[in-house]
């Protein structure tokens, strides 16, 4: 799977909008971009992924260059309650295999 | 709907013991996995199910037995703990066959001594 970098941690005031960016220069055609957030000592939560057009959903929306080398995770309304850790990760969406999480962006939503 | 539960949520084992750990899932997903977290490594899959009575190996099975007698559950055994088996568990059900949006377990932390 393709490799990830993400900044290690970001700021962001409660009710504004979360912007989580991601490069993985190195995508193949046939790999997706997913994101995954982990609070502290509990389980990971899927937020959303896409291929190569932007995605939205009840939680988050997916903002995919065109060239596909980078990526944006976007939290339209951040809460107090979406202070994570944030990983990006892509991956052939082809049945289980690993999650290489690598580290992540912290995101600290301030009141 | 509780989701996917796990018990316990801290284990500490002596070398050499066995232990099982649970996973139980009220979705009625078909799809179910366990995974191993450990600093700068990510999620590592363990064993996998696509179904009651169907499993199979993830990238690091060796020392891990599963069973898949219902939909609901999926037990992870430890068959011989040894100090290299200490991480954090955790087990995720999916409704879709590439395993696509997961739902993860609050995890089980193990320390094997």
């Known amino acids: 799977d393709a490799k990830t970098t993400q900044p290690p941690s970001m700021d962001c005031a409660e009710g504004r909008a979360a912007n989580l960016p991601c490069n993985h220069s190195t995508i193949s055609g046939n790999e997706y971009v997913y994101w995954y957030r982990q609070i502290h000592s509990q389980g990971p939560q899927y937020i959303i992924h896409?291929?190569?057009n932007n995605e939205t959903n009840e939680m988050a929306s997916l903002i995919i260059t065109e060239d596909r080398k980078s990526s944006t995770l976007i939290l339209p309304h951040a809460t107090l309650r979406d202070t994570a850790v944030y990983y990006c990760i892509v991956r052939v969406k082809t049945g289980a295999n690993n999650l290489f999480f690598g580290t992540g962006t912290r995101l600290t939503v301030i009141p | 709907n509780a989701g996917v539960t796990q018990t316990p949520k801290f284990q500490v084992l002596k070398t050499g013991q066995s232990m099982t750990l649970q996973c139980a899932q009220d979705?009625?997903?078909?799809?179910m996995s366990w995974y191993r977290q450990d600093p700068g490594m990510g999620l590592r899959l363990i064993h996998y199910s696509v179904g009651a009575g169907i499993t199979d190996q993830g990238e690091v099975p060796n020392g891990y037995n599963v069973s898949r007698s219902t939909t609901e559950d999926f037990p992870l055994r430890l068959l011989s703990a040894a100090p290299s088996q200490t991480s954090v568990y955790f087990c995720?059900?999916?409704?879709?066959?590439?395993?696509?949006?997961?739902?993860f377990g609050p995890g089980t932390r193990l320390t094997v001594l």
């Open positions: 979705m009625n997903h078909e799809y």
């Open positions: 896409g291929l190569k």
């Open positions: 995720a059900s999916s409704y879709t066959r590439d395993f696509n949006e997961q739902f």
